[in-house]
């Protein structure tokens, strides 16, 4: 019994590989891959260049902290987060870096990101709700949706973790109204990006 539920299992693995293989999702996942490392090299050659030639960032950074407070910070990133990602994650990461409880406030930004996902993925249902506006999404996200559709589970876990912008892919989950427990399941994955993110960052600032 216990062979041929390892084998049944060998053969799900199996065919799963062939379906994503077929469909192009380790290509997918590879260029993403790609595209991802240029942009992490510019952000860290931006702050370098920057710091050394312009301005001291780490004193930029502690002034933001001095100014703002908080909550203002967190809820423009919430805000970016639920909108298409507007603002890019690593800003914000740098930002807590500088703050006066790093992982703290780390860990409240990656609680923003997840949520800001959810609020997208409702985005995502009301869409749905309104016919005109569906059409123009769908058109707009065509490529997200799509992949959705094939890869369900496997493309979340893909936005979550990779510089792709994680409110289209949730917005895209819930126009096809992805199993919203799974998805939430598949979003935690967002917190390993930014605690990866800030090992490297942090040192940077």
Same mark, same amino acid.
């Given at each position: 019994?216990?062979?041929?539920?390892?084998?049944?299992?060998?053969?799900?693995?199996?065919?799963?590989?062939?379906?994503?293989?077929?469909?192009?999702?380790?290509? !997918?996942?590879?260029? =993403? $891959?790609?595209?991802? @490392?240029? #942009?992490? /090299?510019?952000?860290?050659? *931006?702050?370098?260049?920057?710091?050394?030639?312009?301005?001291?960032?780490?004193?930029?950074?502690?002034?933001?902290?001095?100014?703002?407070?908080?909550?203002?910070?967190?809820?423009?990133? !919430?805000?970016?987060? =639920? $909108?298409?990602?507007? @603002?890019? #994650?690593? /800003?914000?990461?740098?930002? *807590?870096?500088?703050?006066?409880?790093?992982?703290?406030?780390?860990?409240?930004?990656?609680?923003?990101?997840?949520?800001?996902?959810?609020?997208?993925?409702?985005?995502?249902?009301?869409?749905?709700?309104?016919? =005109?506006?569906?059409?123009?999404?769908?058109?707009? /996200?065509?490529?997200?949706?799509?992949?959705?559709?094939?890869?369900?589970?496997?493309?979340?876990?893909?936005?979550?973790?990779?510089?792709?912008?994680?409110?289209?892919?949730?917005?895209?989950?819930?126009?096809?109204?992805?199993?919203?427990? =799974?998805?939430?399941?598949?979003?935690?994955?967002?917190?390993?990006?930014?605690?990866?993110?800030?090992?490297?960052?942090?040192?940077?600032?």
């Amino acid at each position: 019994m216990k062979e041929k539920a390892k084998s049944k299992k060998k053969s799900r693995i199996r065919l799963l590989h062939q379906y994503y293989s077929y469909t192009g999702f380790y290509k !997918f996942v590879w260029n =993403s $891959l790609k595209k991802a @490392v240029l #942009p992490i /090299l510019l952000f860290v050659g *931006a702050l370098w260049g920057i710091d050394h030639y312009l301005l001291d960032i780490e004193d930029m950074l502690v002034t933001i902290t001095e100014t703002y407070a908080p909550l203002e910070v967190l809820s423009i990133f !919430f805000l970016s987060e =639920s $909108l298409l990602g507007l @603002v890019p #994650p690593e /800003l914000f990461i740098a930002w *807590a870096g500088k703050s006066a409880s790093p992982f703290l406030y780390l860990s409240l930004l990656a609680t923003a990101s997840y949520l800001g996902g959810v609020v997208s993925y409702f985005i995502g249902i009301a869409i749905t709700k309104i016919p =005109s506006v569906k059409e123009a999404m769908e058109v707009k /996200l065509a490529i997200h949706i799509k992949n959705t559709r094939k890869w369900g589970g496997f493309l979340i876990i893909v936005g979550a973790l990779l510089p792709i912008p994680f409110a289209m892919t949730s917005i895209a989950a819930g126009i096809i109204k992805f199993p919203f427990t =799974s998805y939430l399941t598949f979003g935690l994955l967002r917190f390993a990006r930014f605690y990866l993110y800030a090992l490297v960052i942090f040192e940077m600032v």
